[in-house]
Structure formats: C-alpha cells, structure tokens
C-alpha cells in the first residue's frame, strides 16, 4: 500500500535528535515560552527573511491574531478565498469579523485578484489571501491593489513554507504571514504549533503581549489577549526540522515535477507552472470529473489519495448563515480536485507508478 502520508516514517530519522532535545528540556524545567521559543523565533524569522516571528499555539491563532492586532472597527469585511481551508474563515468569524468570499483563478487555485476588486466595498479593511497548496499567490497585483484601496494584507501561509514569489519568501509581502506548524504541513511540529511573521516592531510586541493574556510584564494587561503560547519542546522539534525544510520541499517539487511529466494531461488536469513563483506542494492535485471513481479505482490498486476539501466553506453547516452567494469556480475545484501522494516518504519511482495508474485507469484499464 502506498499511503498518502505516514507522519512516524517522517519524523523517524530525527529520532536522535529528538530524544536528545527532550532530555534537555525535561532537565531544564521551564516548558513553555523559553530559549527554545525564542531562538526558534529568530531562526523562523531569518529564514523567513523577515525581522519578527512570534511563536503561537496554532496556525489558527496566528490568523486570529493578526486580525485582533489590527484593532478593526466592528462590522470590517475581510476578503478570502472561496476555496481555502476552513482555518482561515474561522478566524475571521472568531475575530468578530465578517469574510467576504472571493473565487479563486482556476489555474492557480489562489484568490483571483480581478475578484478581489469587485468584492471591494467601503467596510473591506483587509485581504487575507492564501498561498493554498504551496502555490504563491500573484503578489504583485494583490499588493497594487491592496494600495489602491487602503487594505492590508494578511498572508495564510499554512501551506507554504519556503515557497517564494519573485525571490522573496511569502509572509513578507503583507503585514503579517501566519503559518501552522501542524505535524502534516512541509514544516511540522509534534503536535500543534503557529507563529506570525512580521517587519513591524510595534505589532511584534502587541502580538506578544496578545499571545500571554495581553500581558508583557508578569499580571500587567495591557491587551485583552489569549492563550496561544508556543511550547518549548515543539519550538526545540521546530527548530531540529527547520534545518531540513528546504530539503522536504526539494523533495516535494521533484516528485511533483515527475507527476507533470508522466501524467497526461489529455485525462486529468495537472497543475500550471507559475512565472517567478517557487512552488512547495506542500498538496498536488489533479482535477477530473472523474474524481470520485479515480479514488477508488487507484486505492483498489494500493494507492491512497485524499480531497483537499471535499466541501467548499459555503457549504459547511456551521457557516450557513455566514457564508451567502453562490461560488461555482470554488464547487467546481471541491467536487474535481484530488490530492496525489507527495511526501518525504515517497521515490520518485513510486510516484511515476501512481502516474502510470491513472492514465491506465483513462485508457481503460478498469
Ligand atoms: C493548516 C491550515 C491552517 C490552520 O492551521 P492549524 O495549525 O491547524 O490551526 C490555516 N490555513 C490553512 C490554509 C491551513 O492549511
């Protein structure tokens, strides 16, 4: 069986290193928001190429709280992707805010910058785009247009981490970059992790204070905050991992270039290149009409694949009264998209055999 994903073999080769780490810090004592968070701040941050990183709890409340620091008035729209990951809605709702869906461009899956225009209204203080499966968004239009019209830019890169356009990492383009450490992203922690990248040294210290209570000396709020701190031993696993991210997402674009390269785009459709983007699959996907037999057919051969989302927001029971219009292009990806094996644990032979397998599966092979 081929799976699509198999966290213990990931993680195995830093076993080691681990062990070691956690000696350490059991012999230490101080659990949470320590050195380890710290120095894993400063390196997140210079990776990043960025000046601050504030280590969270969660990717959620890295955008939760990139939408709290910006202190917006009551009743502020927030223009979103139509197909993003639930996480990203949420924090807006939890924010008190209200997101205003925007469809995505086909061929990028990212929020289409045309659409961000028309969905412009006098409320709209922000676009909370998403750099959705490891793909930049076009940051150059987005950021025209953000001027154009006085919004800020607050960048979901939960599944991005190292990816870039025109050379420079995403998270650094807007005011903030929120990424999630969740064990399955390209950078993963042993359990649930976030942080907020951002240039802005008066934000890097409200965010600090927002994350512990709204407090930066010991029982003195100066914000109404919340919980959202980073755990040392995470920020100690974090730190060992991102020694190796850039060579995960090698890895990733290799495969995904093997799956350009055999799948046949007369069956499915594959992926498009970006101009001046590099790209991390952190998800590839495929989209068919076919979709749902060609999960089937392709576990019935051993190889397990996944939806990268099966229900568009719109349609989620708990959003009914939140999320209203109606979106196709977001739908069309929902019911056509599947996600193809690409992790650290796969060769490059494995992913040619599961290319082969789908087009076999269209020429008939059934
Ligand atoms: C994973 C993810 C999040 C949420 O991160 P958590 O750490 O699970 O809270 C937000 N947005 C996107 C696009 C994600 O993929």
């Known amino acids: 069986m081929i799976e699509y994903e198999d966290l213990s073999r990931v993680n195995s080769p830093y076993k080691q290193k681990f062990s070691e780490a956690f000696s350490r810090f059991l012999d230490k004592g101080w659990f949470v928001l320590g050195e380890e968070v710290k120095l894993f701040e400063e390196e997140f941050a210079s990776y990043c190429g960025s000046k601050y990183c504030i280590g969270l709890a969660s990717g959620l409340d890295a955008l ?27 924090s807006i709702v939890n924010a008190g805010l209200k997101p205003v869906l925007v469809e995505p461009d086909l061929g990028t899956y990212n929020i289409d910058a045309k659409g961000v225009k028309e969905k412009v209204s006098p409320s709209t203080k922000a676009i909370m785009l998403v750099h959705l499966y490891g793909k930049p968004c076009k940051m150059d239009e987005l950021i025209n247009i953000a001027k154009e019209y006085n919004l800020h830019i607050i960048e979901d890169c939960a599944q991005a ?30 359990g649930d992790a976030g942080a907020i990248i951002t240039d802005d040294p008066l934000m890097a210290e409200k965010l600090r204070a927002l994350r512990n209570y709204g407090s930066q000396v010991k029982y003195k709020n100066d914000y109404v905050g919340i919980n959202s701190r980073l755990d040392e031993l995470q920020a100690a696993f974090l730190r060992i991992k991102l020694c190796d991210v850039d060579k995960i997402n090698e890895h990733k674009r290799n495969l995904a270039s093997i799956y350009k390269q055999e799948l046949n785009s007369d069956y499915v459709i594959i992926p498009k290149e970006q101009e001046n983007t590099y790209e991390v699959f952190h998800i590839f996907n495929i989209r068919t009409e076919k979709r749902d037999e060609l999960k089937q057919y392709l576990f019935g051969k051993g190889i397990k694949t996944e939806i990268h989302y099966p229900i568009p927001p719109n349609h989620q029971q708990g959003y009914k009264d939140k999320l209203q219009g109606s979106y196709p292009l977001s739908e069309e990806i929902h019911r056509t998209t599947l996600s193809l094996p690409i992790s650290l644990i796969h060769t490059g032979d494995e992913i040619k055999m599961i290319a082969q397998t789908i087009n076999r599966f269209f020429e008939g092979d059934l």
């Open 64 to 90: 939760y709280l990139s939408l709290l620091a910006l202190d917006l008035p009551e009743g502020s729209e927030i223009l979103v992707p139509s197909n993003t990951y639930i996480a990203t809605i949420l």
């Open 161 to 190: 981490h190292g990816a870039k356009y025109r050379g420079k990492t995403v998270g650094t383009w807007g005011i903030f970059g929120a990424y999630s450490f969740y064990p399955t992203k390209n950078l993963g922690a042993l």
